[in-house]
């Protein structure tokens, strides 16, 4: 089984800025590429940034330049800088990450249960 819990949400002033952590206990798991999803009502759930295990990343264009993603393989454990939070930044970020097994050829989804980010004054 692999576990993800996140950490670090909270309500922010626009122009501030948050830090969400997401740990992973992975079992016999592999994590492979890790990252952040942010679902609201009128959008659904989308990819906010995501990681490879060997520290290649990708942003969503609303967030280039202000969020940085990072992670620690050792601490199997992922982070979201936010820097610059606008309103529309405003969701529950979920934490995911792509679990392979040994001797199974599937890639699977395992999710957080998501931390509520509000950006507003």
């Known amino acids: 089984q692999v576990h993800l819990v996140e950490s670090g949400g909270g309500l922010v002033q626009p122009g501030g800025s948050l830090r969400l952590s997401c740990a992973a206990s992975r079992g016999f798991g592999t994590l492979n590429a890790m990252g952040w999803y942010r679902q609201t009502p009128d959008n659904g759930r989308e990819l906010v940034t995501d990681?490879?295990?060997?520290?290649?990343?990708n942003y969503a264009d609303s967030v280039k330049g202000r969020f940085t993603i990072s992670r620690d393989n050792a601490k199997d454990t992922v982070y979201l800088q936010m820097s610059s939070l606008k309103p529309e930044d405003t969701g529950v970020y979920y934490c995911?990450?792509?679990?392979?097994?040994?001797?199974?050829?599937?890639?699977?989804?395992?999710w957080g249960q998501g931390t509520q980010v509000t950006v507003s004054s």
């Open positions: 990681i490879t295990s060997g520290g290649n990343t």
């Open positions: 995911n990450a792509k679990v392979t097994f040994f001797g199974d050829l599937r890639e699977y989804d395992r």
